[in-house]
């Protein structure tokens, strides 16, 4: 479980939660040098330095250990290159280890490349998760004080029209291998709480920005673009919407769900922030030729319209009365503070941006 409760007792088909306090953890987060993990395992290692933290990636093109190389030396930080699909491999951790909590991020993520490889999206998001769910069920027991956190998506509850948000008691409806593929991930944690009493906790949030994004992803990608003057490709008519999050945002609603959050329980994190695809570009072209010293209206003239992907997703937005209402959590950014705090560090960053950049995909 985790520091406010521990094992689960059943009784007469019912589950007790047992108070105890715990003040060491060894905890493992998948996918630690990608673009949220880096910034989640960042805050655990600087914020408790009583947690022992084991950042396990395989270093894919989106795992990039530059994310995080500013805590590569404190003590209580250990990473580990690997792949959560090797079951042994996964075991011989949480046993050496000794492992007694899991947030796990590590996951294919890009729609697109879903679209062209799906069986990837399979292995990785659904039998990764599996094995990672088998050695913690395999090697926790319900005295122990251990959590398996288990980070998800909105695109799991499929397209919304017009009006209305995503809540956790919304019908999974995914439509593209990628959210399929993590709607299946999300299946199996869950009946491992059921079938195992394994102790476990579900978030699903929506769109990330910020800080350390690999440059498939809209924002990083047209930042990129602009800069190199080259087109904006938007996908239909650029009238999908999306519900942008901070990433800062989000990996402290990750540690407050990590520590106060029911076992059991789904919480979707939002940013509050719902806008078309079509209007973000725009904002995002007008403060990029401000701080580039362009003329404006430079940027919007690389826009252009290609054909939309298949299985397009109209609308998302997420309700986060839940969280808020148990935690009184909120996003502490507005979006135009967080797309101003991310161009920044783009543009101070070019370094980084070329290093990762590959401009193979798009995907938003």
């Known amino acids: 479980m985790h520091p406010e409760t521990s094992g689960l007792r059943e009784t007469s088909n019912t589950f007790i939660e047992i108070k105890k306090m715990s003040t060491s953890k060894n905890i493992l987060i998948t996918g630690g040098a990608g673009f949220i993990g880096s910034h989640l395992v960042r805050l655990f290692v600087k914020k408790y330095a009583n947690y022992h933290i084991y950042n396990l990636d395989k270093l894919t093109y989106a795992g990039n250990l530059e994310n995080i190389r500013d805590i590569e030396n404190y003590d209580n930080y250990t990473f580990i290159k690997g792949d959560i699909v090797d079951k042994e491999f996964i075991q011989k951790i949480f046993k050496e280890k000794k492992i007694n909590a899991v947030i796990h991020l590590a996951a294919e993520s890009h729609v697109d490349r879903s679209i062209s490889n799906p069986l990837e999206f399979v292995m990785t998001n659904v039998i990764g998760t599996v094995n990672l769910l088998q050695a913690a069920n395999q090697n926790w027991n319900e005295e122990s ?169 109209l609308r998302y937005a997420i309700d986060i009365s839940k969280i808020n209402n148990a935690f009184g959590w909120k996003p502490s950014l507005d979006f135009s503070a967080g797309l101003e705090k991310t161009i920044d560090w783009y543009l101070s960053n070019e370094k980084w941006l070329k290093n990762v950049t590959s401009g193979a995909y798009q995907d938003y």
């Open 145 to 313: 004080d251990n959590l398996f956190y288990h980070v998800s998506t909105d695109e799991v509850y499929g397209s919304l029209q017009d009006t209305g948000k995503f809540t956790e008691q919304t019908a999974y409806d995914p439509h593209s291998p990628y959210s399929a593929a993590k709607a299946s991930s999300d299946h199996f944690v869950r009946a491992y709480y059921d079938t195992y009493k394994l102790p476990i906790i579900i978030s699903n949030c929506s769109n990330n920005y910020g800080p350390n994004q690999f440059p498939e992803k809209l924002i990083p990608l047209f930042i990129n673009n602009i800069k190199q003057k080259k087109s904006l490709p938007v996908y239909g008519n650029g009238k999908n919407v999306r519900d942008w999050l901070y990433v800062e945002d989000h990996v402290a609603a990750i540690d407050l769900l990590f520590h106060k959050g029911k076992l059991g329980e789904t919480y979707n994190i939002g940013g509050n922030n719902e806008l078309t695809n079509i209007d973000l570009i725009y904002t995002l072209c007008e403060l990029v030729d401000k701080k580039l010293n362009q003329k404006k209206g430079t940027s919007k003239q690389l826009i252009t319209y290609v054909k939309d992907r298949a299985g397009h997703d």
